[in-house]
């Protein structure tokens, strides 16, 4: 089992930035792809960023590339999402979530966190 908590989610006028964290727990985190996801109320979980064991490789949605920075510290079993030029449309529920294989579909995640509210005000 691997256990992931997301912090850093909050208010913030559009333009603006934040920092999601996801801590885990449990397995060996550096075994493990790590992908954030993200869902807006009346909609599906979406795609938003995934990364490597390793951290050289990943992926963004194009909704967020050039905005969004995926990023991990495998001493700190940490990945980090920072977010910034953030638009009202980027309000939703992040999750973090974790796969041994590099894979962009919530159903292809094994393990999940509870995720963190960011809302973007305009």
């Known amino acids: 089992q691997v256990q992931l908590v997301e912090s850093g989610g909050g208010l913030v006028q559009a333009g603006g930035s934040l920092r999601l964290s996801c801590a885990a727990s449990g397995r060996t985190f550096s075994n493990y792809v790590m992908g954030w996801f993200r869902q807006a109320p009346g909609k599906e979980r979406e795609f938003v960023a995934a990364?490597?064991?390793?951290?050289?490789?990943?992926y963004y949605a194009d909704s967020v590339k050039g905005r969004f920075t995926i990023s991990r510290d495998n001493a700190k079993n940490t990945v980090y999402l920072q977010m910034s030029g953030l638009k009202p449309e980027d309000t939703a529920v992040y999750y973090c979530?974790?796969?041994?294989?590099?894979?962009?579909?919530?159903?292809?995640?094994?393990?999940w966190g509870q995720g963190t509210q960011v809302t973007v005000s305009s």
């Open positions: 979530a974790a796969d041994r294989r590099f894979v962009v579909l919530p159903n292809e995640y094994d393990y």
């Open positions: 990364i490597s064991q390793s951290g050289a490789r990943k």
